[in-house]
Nanobody, 118 residues
Framework: QVQLVESGGGLVQAGGSLRLSCAASRSIFSINAMGWYRQAPGKQRELVASISNGGSTNYRDSVKGRFTISRDNAKNTVYLQMNSLEPEDTAVYYC????????????WGLGTQVTVSS
C-alpha cells in the first residue's frame, strides 16, 4: 500500500515552473516534518527542502529563491513550487514524511520525474 503519492512532475523548459504535490494517506496517524528529496542518475539522493509541522522551512542553497515548500496539514499534503527551473534540477523527486512517533521508519513516495530541457 502506497502511503505517499507524488504528482506534478513532467517535462519543462529551462526557466519554466512545476508544482509538485504529495498526498499522504488518511490512514497515517501522525506526521512530523515533511520534505522533498531528489536523485539524479549516478548521484546520491539529496534533500531539496523540508518543512516542519509548525511550518519552519529549510532549503538547500541551490534552490533558495526558486523553490517554495508548503504544506496543508488538514489535507495531509505537501507541495513544492519550483520556479526558474534549470537542467541541473532534473531528477526523480521523492516525497518524505517523518512519523510523529519516534522509532518508526520514514514514509517515502515512489517518486516523480522532473526533466528540465535546455
Amino acid at each position: 500500500q502506497v502511503q505517499l503519492v507524488e504528482s506534478g512532475g513532467g517535462l519543462v523548459q529551462a526557466g519554466g515552473s512545476l508544482r509538485l504535490s504529495c498526498a499522504a494517506s488518511r490512514s497515517i496517524f501522525s506526521i512530523n516534518a515533511m520534505g522533498w528529496y531528489r536523485q539524479a542518475p549516478g548521484k546520491q539522493r539529496e534533500l531539496v527542502a523540508s518543512i516542519s509541522n509548525g511550518g519552519s522551512t529549510n532549503y538547500r542553497d541551490s534552490v533558495k529563491g526558486r523553490f517554495t515548500i508548503s504544506r496543508d496539514n488538514a489535507k495531509n499534503t505537501v507541495y513544492l513550487q519550483m520556479n526558474s527551473l534549470e537542467p541541473e534540477d532534473t531528477a526523480v523527486y521523492y516525497c518524505n514524511a517523518v512519523p510523529g512517533r519516534w522509532g518508526l521508519p520514514d514514509y517515502w513516495g515512489l517518486g516523480t520525474q522532473v526533466t528540465v530541457s535546455s
